[in-house]
């Protein structure tokens, strides 16, 4: 049985948990063991897939097809383990599980209540599939305190009690906020947060404790003495430049020296940081800089985008240069006496994947311009359609070049197919199916054409990347449009379905109807990222 560490939040959101369970899979890695990152969500909704970006950021595609939270998307970044759809779980998917099950009668006329029936479902899931690893994380979302965190607490006490001995950890994130009035740093936050937890039956080992300057020996002392904890188990978690820098510092404050140490793991193995190093060396010492503009619908909010952010950095990695984004709203594109102001010191545009009508020719115009402009241009999903339609309607002439989504006008050069193949499994699908469920999503394969830019950046013609759309360039406009210079360089297994194209005579303009930014690391960049980034500071040199 792997042991188990589980990792709460306390004082307010946002601390970081995720990124917290991520480098410690990091370090738990670095010393020779194996992980497993998993995050549980306390929210109704089954997947995060209907959420509004704005809501909930990112949604993370795994390649089982899972839509799940952005965190997965840290814990892949920093382990390289690809998370899988039994990585996540919310109350909602609890629910409908426990829901089936009543209806089916597999509870035997019981009554069926929260506890046990949604603790022992939620233990269930934590212990299951867990795989041949040495150590599970497991993030439960939100704050100590929320109302609907509560099952998932009880559901972690229990199983702590119920494992043998030394078999299971605490870690508890908390704030210790900096009051300038007072000019000092205080604790009571962090001794409420770590009271409410002990009022429902936990007692964290080790206390994270998140910070804008260090915690002195005083403060320490105290956290330790009102928390109950040793004052080796009082870990600061100070801001740091760089996320990638977060497993060296906690390395360094000894978070994983602590860890190791509960479970009494005598002279575990030394970590081995090496790979950290080198990237956070990189990321301090670029050599030159490169901005790049991402043209976007949820552009106030990053966290919308974060595996592009991430990928965009890692291809900075790539080639030592710092990446800079400029996050435009697709709509100023709309106006044409702004766009050369956007435009201003610009070295490559990234169309990301997006939903809906808003912003659409904004995002067209932006693609028309690094097109002609050569600069370095990246479409990605839906940037690839959009990429798709402006082609046609200025290469090819097809003025009216639309997509399904926007409604019935226009010729549908992009459009949504009713049936998909999947290995040889097939998936019915129409307008009429659920949205939550009506998308291509996870992994599928693609044949890259022969002395294409896109198979020379991969170094292979056979890739598997993961999907997250319903609609498709439709494969009877590939003739046309490579007679006027586009290329269709990417396709389905079958032929069927056009995965990537890109302009021979381009610098760099490569669209791809899958989201590669999900399977970027920073110690592997993804090819197309470091491809995009490249051309982006071969453009900077010449501009
Ligand atoms: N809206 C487009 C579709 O559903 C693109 C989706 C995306 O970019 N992820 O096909």
Redesign the pocket.
């Known amino acids: 049985m792997p042991r188990y560490i589980f990792i709460t939040g306390g004082v307010v959101s946002s601390l970081g948990k995720g990124l917290t369970s991520a480098a410690l899979g990091a370090l738990l890695q670095a010393r020779g063991y194996g992980v497993r990152l998993r995050k549980l969500d306390p929210y109704l909704n089954v997947d995060p897939g209907t959420m509004s970006p704005y809501q909930h950021g990112e949604v993370y595609v795994t390649d089982d097809g899972a839509e799940t939270d952005l965190d997965l998307g840290h814990y892949e970044r920093f382990t390289g383990v690809s998370a899988e759809q039994s990585d996540n779980v919310t109350t909602g998917r609890i629910y409908s599980s426990i829901i089936e099950k009543e209806r089916r009668g597999d509870y035997l006329g019981a009554t069926v209540q929260v506890i046990p029936h949604v603790t022992n479902e939620i233990k269930n899931f934590v212990l299951s599939d867990a795989g041949d690893v040495d150590f599970v994380l497991c993030e439960v979302g939100g704050t100590v305190g929320d109302i609907e965190g509560l099952p998932f607490f009880e559901a972690l006490r229990q199983l702590s009690q119920e494992s043998p001995r030394g078999q299971t950890l605490f870690i508890h994130v908390t704030l210790l906020p900096f009051i300038k009035a007072a000019g000092e740093m205080k604790t009571k936050p962090t001794q409420h947060s770590v009271k409410e937890l002990r009022s429902i039956g936990i007692q964290p080992d080790i206390l994270l404790c998140r910070t804008d300057r260090k915690i002195d020996s005083g403060d320490r002392r105290k956290i330790a003495r009102f928390c109950n904890v040793r004052e080796s188990a009082v870990i600061q978690g100070l801001d740091a430049s760089s996320i990638y820098d977060v497993p060296l510092a906690y390395h360094d404050e000894g978070l994983d020296a602590e860890v190791l140490a509960h479970f009494d793991i005598d002279s575990p193995p030394v970590a081995n940081l090496r790979q950290w190093q080198e990237i956070s060396h990189r990321l301090h010492n670029p050599d030159g800089e490169v901005n790049v503009a991402v043209i976007g619908k949820y552009t106030v909010l990053p966290d919308a985008y974060k595996s592009i952010s991430e990928a965009l950095v890692h291809g900075g990695i790539a080639h030592s240069v710092r990446v800079n984004v400029r996050w435009i709203e697709a709509e100023k594109f709309e106006k044409a006496d702004e766009v050369e102001l956007l435009l201003k010191d610009i070295h490559g545009i990234l169309v990301p994947?997006?939903?809906?009508r808003r912003g659409v020719e904004g995002k067209i115009r932006a693609v028309h311009l690094a097109r002609t402009r050569d600069i370095p241009c990246f479409g990605?999903?839906?940037?690839m359609?959009i990429a798709v339609i402006e082609a046609a309607r200025n290469l090819v002439g097809i003025k009216d070049a639309s997509s399904s989504?926007f409604g019935s006008d226009g010729t549908h050069v992009v459009g949504l197919m009713v049936e998909w193949t999947r290995g040889n499994a097939w998936v019915e699908r129409d307008e009429d199916t659920d949205l939550g469920g009506s998308?291509r999503l996870g992994a599928y394969p693609a044949h890259l054409v022969e002395g294409s830019k896109i198979a020379r950046e991969y170094g292979t013609r056979e890739i598997s990347e993961r999907h997250?759309?319903?609609?498709?360039v439709n494969i009877a406009y590939k003739d046309v449009l490579e007679a006027a210079g586009f290329l269709f360089s990417g396709l389905s297994p079958d032929g069927v379905l056009p995965e990537t194209v890109e302009i021979p005579e381009h610098p760099w303009f490569i669209g791809v109807q899958y989201?590669p930014e999900l399977k970027s690391r920073p110690f592997d960049p993804h090819p197309l990222f470091a491809g995009f980034v490249g051309a982006a500071k071969a453009h900077s040199r010449l501009v």
């Open positions: 994947g997006g939903f809906g990605i999903c839906f940037g359609q989504e998308m997250r759309h319903r609609y498709e989201h």
